[in-house]
């Protein structure tokens, strides 16, 4: 048996229940790929699962304590080996891709399968550039397709400096929107820089009270709901919530068209790749971690003030 090292936790928690240990190195089946994993992402989707809050979460990955005990979704890095049904990819590609809700990115190395939510990686970006496009481009481009986003049309982005702001500000001005985005101050160089046509500090300005409307109102962090926004959408305002609490799932139920809300899928990489190779999409990166600081990442994370992605290096 070979082994590698990787992040195990046993049960639900803070950041120290994540511990480096060496298990036994994955081998491929035969229709995937064993990644020498360069870099992942430390996200809030991860923190989130080693908390095991909010608790549906507990019925995907065991109610008292996680089945699957390598967490991380997202991996860049090199192919080391591929089944032997394997076409698409071949020793030595860079890759870049998500493993979901299979989890294990948190290792020197993963399996995913050749038809899973992989591609070659865009050559101008590196690994750790590449892994941080992932996570919020994947929610952002998720939920503003749900929202039938046209042209034109005002989108307003909270939280605009956050992982999946950055990514739903470029996205919105992809799709060709006018973009406001809400942040604190000290982030609107950013946020303009990524395509931010209006940006509204937060802690001073409450822009449901400045009498302006929009036509998607884009809450990535949960703190807004139906009710306080929707004398600030247009006639045929969405408000789109990928934090949806029970009050959103109730209002809708009487709001169906005006209102977006659900779990983001990773159906979006190959269009993240094209936004990526034309330029239209950049990865923000707040700070990186060698992998030993598995804890420290997490508590960046947990600290709700990081600036885009937060990158694990795990080889250096
Ligand atoms: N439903 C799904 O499928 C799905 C998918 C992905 C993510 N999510 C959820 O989406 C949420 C956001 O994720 P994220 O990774 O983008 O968050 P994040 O990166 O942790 O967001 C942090 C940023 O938010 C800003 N911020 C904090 N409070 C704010 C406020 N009241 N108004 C405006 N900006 C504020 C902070 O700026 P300052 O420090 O300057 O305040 C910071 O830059 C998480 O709860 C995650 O679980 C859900």
Known sequence: MEAMRAYIYEQYGGPEVLTLQEIEKPIPKE???????????VSTGDARI???????IRFINGL???????????????VEEVGSKVTKFH???KIYGSLGMNFGAYAEYACIPEDGHVSLKPEQYSFREAVALIFGATTALHF??????QTGENVLVNAASGAVGVAAVQIAKYHGATVTGVCSQRNFELVRKLGADHVIDYKSEDFTQNGKTYDVIYDTIGTLH?????????????????NAQIR?????????????????????LDKIIRMAEE??????????????QMRLAHERVDSGRKVGNVVMNIRN
């Open 31 to 41: 229709n995937e790929l064993l990644v020498s994993v360069a870099a992942t992402s």
């Open 50 to 56: 080693r908390q095991g809050n909010p608790f549906p």
């Open 64 to 78: 008292l304590k996680p089945k699957k005990k390598v967490l991380g979704m997202h991996i860049s890095g090199i």
């Open 91 to 93: 020793k030595g590609d």
């Open 144 to 149: 503003l397709a749900k929202s039938h986003i």
């Open 226 to 242: 139906f009710a306080r926004v929707k004398h600030s959408l247009s006639k045929k305002g969405r408000f789109v919530t990928n």
């Open 248 to 268: 959103d799932y109730l209002a809708y139920v009487f709001n169906r068209t005006k209102i977006v809300l659900g779990v983001s899928s990773d159906d979006g």
């Open 279 to 292: 330029g239209k999409l950049v990865s923000v990166i707040d700070s990186e971690y060698s992998f030993g």
